[in-house]
């Protein structure tokens, strides 16, 4: 088994590779694991292959989970590894600090994920924890150094980030007042903004319905 041919099944999936690491004794429940990769939806085709799966299309309940709690369990069975999400819990498994681990991924001026090709766009459907320690492809520096302009600090409509957080429910509460604006109709413009995720090629559509769904949720 090597990287390439890990990625490979996962592309056949509509799943990439964000990144990897190699667990050592700090890292708890994967700390026996050889490697963790970081799996995210495949960009740019993605959301037309998930929107005519059955867990789109049924009417259900949280269908983007559904959907990568199906593949991604059948991926790492395929693999002999084991799946983990960012969505159950709690306890939540640390998606952010193994994203940092894996070199790929860096806390940006806002202080959410940006990663280097998919800059904040950056989304994990789960992970894969293999047996097998895979040499992994180097790591890039953080888009952020050479990013002049930042515009992640001065691009957010309602000022969510002034703080030098996210305001959350600040966010949810102006957009809920808003009929139609451009961070619900195309995704929000801060992530939207970031140079790193210019050829990232993620649609629209997807980021109008994820931020759609933030609405909905108050947790």
């Given at each position: 088994m090597t990287y390439d041919s890990v990625l490979?099944?996962?592309?056949?999936?509509?799943?990439?590779?964000?990144?990897?690491?190699?667990?050592?004794?700090?890292?708890?429940?994967?700390?026996?694991a050889g490697t963790l990769l970081m799996l995210s939806p495949k960009e740019p085709r993605f959301w037309a292959h998930f929107t005519s799966q059955p867990e789109y299309l049924d009417g259900k309940p949280d269908p983007v989970d559904r959907w990568s709690t199906r593949v991604v369990t059948?991926?790492?069975?395929?693999?002999g590894a084991r799946a983990f999400f960012p969505f159950t819990g709690p306890p939540y498994n640390?998606?952010?600090?193994?994203?940092l681990k894996t070199g790929r991924c860096?806390?940006?001026?806002?202080?959410?994920?940006?990663?280097?090709?998919?800059g904040l766009f950056v989304s994990f459907r789960g992970a894969i924890a293999l047996r097998e320690k895979l040499d992994l492809p180097?790591?890039?520096?953080?888009?952020?150094?050479?990013?002049?302009?930042?515009?992640?600090?001065?691009?957010?409509?309602v000022n969510a980030f002034a703080t030098g957080t996210y305001d959350v429910q600040g966010c949810r509460n102006v957009m809920r007042s808003i009929d139609e604006h451009p961070c619900l109709t195309r995704g929000c413009e801060v992530r939207r903004a970031c140079p790193a995720n210019a050829d990232y090629g993620r649609m629209e559509e997807q980021s109008s319905y994820h931020m759609r769904v933030f609405l909905e949720n108050d947790t």
């Open positions: 490979k099944a996962a592309q056949a999936l509509h799943l990439d590779i964000l990144g990897g690491f190699h667990p050592t004794e700090e890292d708890g429940d994967i700390a026996d059948d991926l790492a069975k395929e693999l640390p998606f952010y600090s193994w994203a860096h806390s940006s001026p806002i202080n959410l994920l940006v990663h280097d090709r998919a180097p790591a890039p520096t953080s888009p952020c150094e050479n990013c002049v302009d930042k515009p992640c600090l001065t691009t957010c409509p």
